[in-house]
């Protein structure tokens, strides 16, 4: 037998002042985004916004549905949108806020594991990685260089064949 380990690094920043400027403005953007959705349940509303490898920008947000399991969350409306608008173009980053009416918003959130093995099928298809900007309206900032890291040992379509 033999034991193995999955590890990952990620960028932890105190505030916006060491981000870069994409950065930023994306964070920003998604924080602007995630007063958009539609979350009457849960009150915890969720914004994304993708940075396409065109300049190009797309949004996402929660969309909750009084029946639990139908809700969307940003990240896959954002991506479905993305996959619409710009076909065949990959995702260069996506940052995620959110807003907790409830409660504090004052720490990253990660991706749901259906988001990450979303994100795991994005990335598979275009062949590179996705950079995730995760935060809340405060506090610190989580950048993710491979949002690959997520999901060790994913499932996809290579298994399939």
Partial sequence: MATKTARFTYEEHDDESTLSKEEVSLLH??????????????????GAMLLMENGKTVSGT???????????????????????????????????SYDNE?????????????CRQTLAEYQQRFGAPIRLILAGRTGKIWVIPDSNALLPLSFSGDDLK
């Fill in 29 to 46: 953007a998604a924080r602007e985004a995630a007063q958009h959705a539609y979350a009457p349940y849960s009150h915890f509303r969720v």
């Fill in 102 to 114: 409830l409660g504090e918003s004052d720490r990253p959130i990660t991706p749901c594991g259906i």
């Fill in 62 to 96: 929660n969309q909750e549905n009084a029946s639990y399991p139908v809700g969307i969350c940003a990240e896959r409306t954002g991506l479905s949108a993305a996959s619409s608008l710009y076909p065949g173009m990959p995702v260069k980053a996506i940052a995620v």
